[in-house]
T-cell receptor
Framework: AQSVTQLGSHVSVSEGALVLLRCNYSSSVPPYLFWYVQYPNQGLQLLLKYTSAATLVKGINGFEAELKKSETSFHLTKPSAHMSDAAEYFCAVVAGGNLIFGKGTKLSVKP | DAGVIQSPRHEVTEMGQEVTLRCKPISGHDYLFWYRQTMMRGLELLIYFNNNVPIDDSGMPEDRFSAKMPNASFSTLKIQPSEPRDSAVYFC???????????FGSGTRLTVV
């Protein structure tokens, strides 16, 4: 069954530093992949999605993710972290018409 | 479009009571999903509908949980009787079109005391 694995339940960066959140998918053929963000006490907001077009996907708030088939990875990056980026980030994969989520990575941004 | 609308936003109830959560999907979306989020288990899919028909309810924890979608613009998730371990945030999401873009509601935070 399709699944995604997020490495690191907590990531802490300084403001202005690079953000790198890791996600690996389980299948040999890249599925539809998503990154969602959840701010405290809020719902999930779509950051970006891969749907078999370009392997470098740009999303909202300066985030992007690159699909690397050789590594079965879809890591989320942002060149310069802002305090407002502090949230929980979820990688997700479509499997059998459903959206299956990773465990999430909580991002902290230090001033 | 107002997005996916869930009500209530917060619900506090006593153990043994019936709880009904409501969801209005985005107009024109033909898939509707119910998820539960807890610290221990993360985001779990409970059930999903396609064109108002339940397709997969294997994620529903037990018979105390039931979900209906009487029409394309409304769905309910019912817990009867509720238990403290049902305390969680319940999300509804809908999807439509050729590419799988899922839109989530703001969730219902359920506390069973």
């Amino acid at each position: 069954a399709q699944s995604v694995t997020q490495l690191g339940s907590h990531v802490s960066v300084s403001e202005g530093a690079l953000v790198l959140l890791r996600c690996n998918y389980s299948s040999s053929v890249p599925p539809y992949l998503f990154w969602y963000v959840q701010y405290p006490n809020q719902g999930l907001q779509l950051l970006l999605k891969y749907t078999s077009a370009a392997t470098l996907v740009k999303g909202i708030n300066g985030f992007e993710a690159e699909l690397k088939k050789s590594e079965t990875s879809f890591h989320l990056t942002k060149p310069s972290a802002h305090m407002s980026d502090a949230a929980e980030y979820f990688c997700a994969v479509v499997a059998g018409g459903n959206l299956i989520f990773g465990k999430g990575t909580k991002l902290s941004v230090k001033p | 479009d107002a997005g996916v609308i869930q009500s209530p936003r917060h619900e506090v109830t006593e153990m043994g009571q019936e709880v009904t959560l409501r969801c209005k999907p985005i107009s024109g979306h033909d898939y509707l999903f119910w998820y539960r989020q807890t610290m221990m288990r993360g985001l779990e899919l409970l059930i999903y509908f396609n064109n108002n028909v339940p397709i997969d309810d294997s994620g529903m924890p037990e018979d105390r949980f039931s979900a209906k979608m009487p029409n394309a613009s409304f769905s309910t998730l019912k817990i009867q009787p509720s238990e403290p371990r049902d305390s969680a945030v319940y999300f509804c999401a809908s999807r439509g079109g050729p590419h799988p873009g899922y839109t989530f509601g703001s969730g219902t935070r359920l506390t069973v005391v």
